[in-house]
């Protein structure tokens, strides 16, 4: 299908990452068979995570082998250290699992060493390990969190954030995701920040994945478009983020839904490459998997009827 | 106050118009006069509505009579005939009341037989009585519902718009405000209608008035912005919107949440003139107001920190 626009659908990743109660493996796999089906080329399907520290990803291996390669899909796995990259090696050299994996840092050293739990050059030096260990067999995305702002600095030089994606390209990465952590961002950052990788970094794929902590997620998109960026994430229902108030910002901390992220793509005649009569239905089905109403207007309201004229 | 944008406060009548439960009078009024002291140079206050159909506004003179006279702040009151325009003169000439009214149509003829009750021809000459009888006496504000799409015909064609604003202007209006009253507007569409119309009516303020149904919402205002508009309409809360689904459009179809839109601007350096120390204590009065959480992501979250900044 003709697209204008690549979406990642971040649901089973990103937005399960800090959920209480485990949602059933078969659950996440028949969702995750979903959103291959309404046509996302990119799905954030779990975590190489220590399963004593995120329960959740304990499944990950047993769900990715049961998910089938579809050609043109790319499920994405984060990977935390070298130990993780292993066990993504080992799933796929037995004929399965993830065929992109991600690696983060953080743009500020107090995000880092609170939320990575290292400085920001022991980061590097681990994520330098993961690269070298992956290059080659995985699309690699390097994700670069509070790239716009940083809830404990405040602004984050934009110099920082360039020579982190310079810092990712030498380590072979494809693609690099500017994380807007905590809804920091304003859009002439947006546009000045990936205006200035489109033209310093035009080797990798920029990838926008902003939090929608102060509703301005919607916002800070257009403004990535008008700039270039082509690559969005975003989540059903706008499910995600850290639920630590104090700790990382606090209240909603969750992703862009992607029921309103592609609502208002396709009324702007952009095109997301996906199908429309079902995206609702799926939206259903990932609000019915964690038994609570999800934070997507579009859910409650239905497609913008614009978006659905030829 | 030195400010880049002039914001209208629509809480008290927009937000409240279906809202189920009679808002006491004093409490109405103790939120409008705190809406003054932050800044706000416009506040919709009441509606010179039928108690009979509209008890809410039932106390529209009595809530007028207890606010005070302040230099530069105006209140609006909505009327929906000639006879709300002679009640709002008689309280102008008891010394009271509002200084600012609202006129009202429809840019679509379903919706205006359907939300006026009349046919645009029947209420284009109701609006011009109106105006005939209020002019001089109060800045008027001509209103022009689904400007940007009409949830029973789709699209409205530009030109009925322009043609509607230049009604409005040879009536004597002062300012038109263009509603997307069901979240159907596009960025683009957005940027196209009030250019023309700042072009072809250099006259009249003109003010961009858009629920967050799809949540596009700040997405527009920050289109508006860019071509020009410096009048926008939002409400603590996001709250507001039509309660029937089926008839008009359905799900969540409030105003955009001032918290949201006061964060988003100031964070762009686009100044609102308004207290930024106290926006959330007033937000968490209108919250306590209706006793219920409402639809800021601002208030759950606090403002953006790099709105904060010098």
Not at 189 to 199: H, K
Not at 287 to 294: K, M, S
Request: net charge negative.
């Amino acid at each position: 299908m003709t697209r204008d626009v690549i979406l990642c659908e971040c649901y089973a990743r990103d937005g399960l990452q800090h959920e209480a109660r485990f949602i059933d493996t078969s659950v996440k796999a028949d969702l995750i068979q979903r959103f291959a089906a309404l046509g996302f080329e990119r799905i954030e399907a779990t975590s190489y995570s220590n399963p004593a520290v995120v329960p959740q990803f304990a499944d990950a291996s047993e769900l990715l082998a049961t998910l089938p390669r579809r050609e043109g899909v790319w499920y994405k796995a984060t990977c935390a250290n070298v130990r993780a990259v292993e066990r993504a090696l080992a799933d796929l050299d037995a004929g399965h699992g993830a065929n992109e994996i991600s690696l983060l840092v953080s743009a500020s050293e107090s995000h880092s060493q609170r939320n990575l739990k290292r400085t920001r050059e022991e980061q590097w030096r681990n994520v330098a390990a993961m690269a070298e260990r992956a290059h080659g067999r995985f699309r690699m995305v390097g994700t670069i969190s509070v790239a716009f702002g940083c809830p404990f600095e405040g602004r984050v030089d934009e110099a920082t954030v360039v020579d982190d994606a310079r810092r990712f390209a030498e380590l072979g990465v494809d693609a690099v995701t500017l994380g807007d952590t905590t809804g920091m961002a304003a859009p002439q950052a947006v546009q000045g920040l990936f205006r200035v990788l489109l033209r310093e970094c035009p080797q990798l794929a920029l990838v926008a994945h902003f939090h929608d902590t102060r509703g301005t997620g919607l916002v800070n998109y257009v403004a990535a478009l008008e700039a270039g960026v082509r690559y969005f994430d975003s989540a059903f229902g706008g499910v995600g983020g850290h639920p630590d108030k104090v700790k990382y910002g606090g209240g909603h901390t969750g992703n862009v839904a992607t029921e309103d992220l592609v609502s208002l793509f396709e009324s702007m005649g952009v095109r997301t490459g996906l199908d429309l009569q079902q995206l609702l239905e799926v939206s259903r089905l990932c609000q019915q998997a964690l038994g609570r109403e999800l934070h997507s207007r579009v859910a409650a309201s239905g497609l913008n009827p614009l978006a659905l004229r030829p």
